[in-house]
């Protein structure tokens, strides 16, 4: 079982940036995981934003790409996103995800909010 805790979210006006991090419980299995981000917006389905491999190949929403990266910590255990350009249709709750092999964990959510 792995847990997965994420951090940072808040309200940031339109333009604005935000870092999300997620902290893993436990070293094995995140360091064979794909990890990504996904997000909810109220009434719309669950989207993938980003992910990350072991090996540091990245993929991303459309919507978001040239405005949001996508990293790992390794020794710390955490995956982060960097949200730059923020715009009104980026609020949503964020979700943390691992996938290995059958194994998918998710997290409990931060909620982002861009408003001005």
Request: hydrophobic share 30%; glycine share 8%.
């Amino acid at each position: 079982q792995v847990q997965l805790v994420e951090s940072g979210g808040g309200l940031v006006q339109p333009g604005g940036s935000l870092k999300l991090s997620c902290a893993a419980s436990e070293r094995n299995i995140y360091s064979l995981s794909v990890m990504g981000w996904y997000r909810q917006a109220p009434g719309k389905q669950r989207e993938l934003v980003a992910t990350i491999a072991p090996a540091d190949f990245t993929t991303y929403a459309d919507s978001v790409k040239d405005r949001f990266t996508i990293s790992r910590d390794n020794a710390k255990k955490t995956v982060n996103l960097q949200m730059n350009s923020l715009k009104p249709e980026d609020t949503a709750v964020y979700y943390c995800n691992s996938r290995y092999k059958s194994w998918t964990y998710w997290g409990q959510g931060t909620q982002v909010t861009v408003s001005s």
